[in-house]
């Protein structure tokens, strides 16, 4: 359940740089304008800069990235994330080449049986699948437009989505791959896809490393292919929570766990994806407010969403 978020926590004299998706959801404000802080909140961004995480414990964390999501699955399993039944809502471009026909059928059995017929010429890859809670509600609502791969740094995530009953390589391939370096190339060829999904995995990546997995990215789509993005937006509730000690660089954090988060600021995310070759379709910050009474959750998160194109005449 989603509720109006205060208007006046967002800054209204900020002006719009890109198109902006519509709001989904009742209560969503989708702007350019940065959350505007309180002075408690300022208070508590500054008493984090008290204590850093030191430049050692920060190389150890990256050098160790891949174990500390292995055991964040080994831990958590398929449990933390909520299935992304929203995405087809929010990125219709999930939808391309739809069948209507095949729509008549709501059973996801009675689709998988139909699998042959479907043509997967199309080829999507989701990075940093985790345990697919992207993919798999695709299937479970019948949405076979493409050719699916997904791919993430845990071995035990990608074991995870093997291991799952809506499992099929007819139709899809997870592999583990570092999106940051060039591994990916070795399932995968240059200018072979249509849409890559990033939903919340840049923010686990290094900031030094950003513009080197969006290059990736820009060399795996075939020209007019699109990025489908979302992650932390700045100034998240999350991000305000996080204690001294746990700051490594600015709006960079590492969790209890080890894994780490980025909160981007939506002029950041245009810029990176600009500079890389890519125009921005849409890109905005979402102010969401959610609210679960059952399970005493209100809480108000923000987002960066966008969609970005490789030109077609790259
Ligand atoms: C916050 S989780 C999000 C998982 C999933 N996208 C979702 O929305 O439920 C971040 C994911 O990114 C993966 N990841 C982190 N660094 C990565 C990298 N360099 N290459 C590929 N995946 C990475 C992690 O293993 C983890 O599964």
Known sequence: ???????????????????????????????????????????????????????????????????????????????????????????????????PT???????????DNVEKIS?????????CGVGNLIFPLIEDGHRDYFIYACDLSPRAVELVRKHNLYDERYMKAFACDITTEEVFQTLPEASLDIVTLIFVLSAIHPEKFQSTVANIFR??????????????????????????????ENFYMRQDGTR??????EEVSKLFCQTGFTVMVNSYIHRRTVNPKENIDVPRI????????SERT
């Open 1 to 99: 359940m989603d509720e109006p978020v205060d208007s006046k926590t967002v800054d209204p004299s900020s002006v719009d740089r890109f198109p902006k998706q519509k709001a989904f959801n009742l209560g969503d404000v989708v702007t350019d304008a940065a959350k505007i802080l309180t002075e408690e909140e300022r208070t508590k961004l500054e008493e984090q800069n008290k204590r850093l995480v030191t430049p050692f414990q920060a190389l150890k964390l990256e050098q160790e990235a891949r174990k500390h999501w292995d055991l964040f699955y080994k831990r958590n399993e398929n449990r933390f994330f909520k299935d992304r039944h929203w995405t087809t809502r929010e990125f219709s471009e999930l939808l391309a080449g739809e069948d």
């Open 102 to 112: 095949a729509a008549a059928s709501s059973s996801p059995l009675a689709k998988s």
């Open 120 to 128: 997967v010429e199309k080829k999507l890859l989701e990075i940093g």
């Open 220 to 249: 795996l789509l075939k020209p007019g292919g699109v990025v489908l993005f979302r992650d932390y937006g700045l100034y998240d509730m999350a991000q305000l929570r996080f204690k001294p000690g746990h700051k490594i660089a």
């Open 261 to 266: 988060s980025y909160y981007f600021a939506e």
């Open 303 to 310: 987002f960066v969403q966008g969609k970005f194109r490789k």
